[in-house]
Every structure is written in structure tokens, then in C-alpha cells.
């Protein structure tokens, strides 16, 4: 491949593509009493509602990791606070029936040598079963594998069905 003038370079993005992943925003707070009810009372306006949290907590801040039924909406909310946010692609995955349903989708991530770097439960979701959300190291790779052992993947239009 050339670089250069008049080389044909793509410039598609990973949200650009066809993925069912849904966003992540990671907002820095600092740690004090109040903070986290200040950031999701921010959401209180509109119809956007948190679907899934996490808190890691460090000594002078915290990490919250929050996923939007509204992404879109949710990020111009936080810029506008002024919050530093990091934001991040994740699979959605639902939990198939069985007494472990996490074992069927370690395994199938495991025979793809896909590591999970971060995973939570969503408070609500679109359909009957439980839904985890993972960030892992290879996105494509784990969306092939996980949809070829079928399992479901929820993307951001289902999660706006949420409320």
C-alpha cells in the first residue's frame, strides 16, 4: 500500500461499521460525598435512562463506567457538564438458559483467545433474559465467535427500547 497523493486510504471507524456493540461512556469523578448523584441526576431530562454502571474507586477519584439507552443524547449531556469521559465499544451479550450461562461464553471467547477486560451486568434490558456487558480485546472476533455459538448480542437499537 502507498502513501501519498491520490492513495486510496479508508478511513472507517469501528463505529462506523455494522457491529452490535453498544457505547460506554467512563466518567472521571472526583471522590467526594455527592458525586455520583449529581452525575446521574444529569440524566434526568429527556428520556435517557442508565442502563448499566459500574464504580471503581480510587483514592482521589472514581471511574464510573455507565452504558445510555440514548447514547447520542448522553454524550452531548456529559460534554456539556464539562466531565472528562472516555467513550468505548462493548458487546452486549444475553445470558443463554442453564444454570451457568457464563460458561458458554467464557469457553466461546476462549477458543477465539478473546480476553474480557471488563464485564458488568446491564440494569435493564430489551428482552426476557440477563444481559452482560463486556469489553474485550477483539471486538470482531468476539462478535463472530459469540453469534456462531448462537448467542443473541444486543446492540445500541435495542437498547433504546429501554425506559
Known amino acids: 500500500m502507498s502513501i501519498g497523493e491520490g492513495a486510496a486510504i479508508d478511513f ?6 455494522d457491529y452490535p456493540t453498544i457505547r460506554q461512556f467512563t466518567v472521571f469523578l472526583e471522590n467526594r460525598v455527592g458525586q455520583l448523584l449529581e452525575l ?20 482521589e477519584c472514581a471511574f464510573v463506567r455507565i ?6 443524547q448522553g454524550r452531548e449531556i456529559l460534554e456539556r457538564a464539562g466531565l ?3 467513550e ?4 452486549c451479550v444475553e445470558l443463554p438458559g442453564g444454570p451457568q450461562p457464563m460458561v458458554q461464553i467464557c469457553s466461546a471467547l476462549l477458543q477465539a483467545e478473546i480476553n474480557i477486560i471488563q464485564a458488568y451486568p ?3 434490558h430489551p428482552r426476557d433474559y440477563p444481559v452482560m456487558a463486556l469489553m474485550v480485546d477483539n471486538l470482531e472476533a468476539a462478535v463472530e465467535m459469540l453469534s456462531g455459538k448462537g448467542l ?8 433504546a427500547e429501554c425506559e
Request: glycine share 6%; hydrophobic share 45%; proline share 2%.
Open 12 to 17: 472507517a471507524t469501528a463505529r462506523g461499521r
Open 40 to 59: 446521574v441526576r444529569r440524566f434526568e431530562v429527556g428520556q435517557i435512562t442508565i442502563v448499566g454502571l459500574s464504580i471503581n474507586d480510587a483514592t
Open 67 to 72: 452504558i445510555l439507552n440514548r447514547p447520542e
Open 84 to 86: 472528562t469521559i472516555i
Open 88 to 91: 468505548s465499544d462493548l458487546l
Open 122 to 124: 446491564l440494569i435493564a
Open 152 to 159: 443473541s448480542l444486543i446492540n445500541e437499537d435495542d437498547l
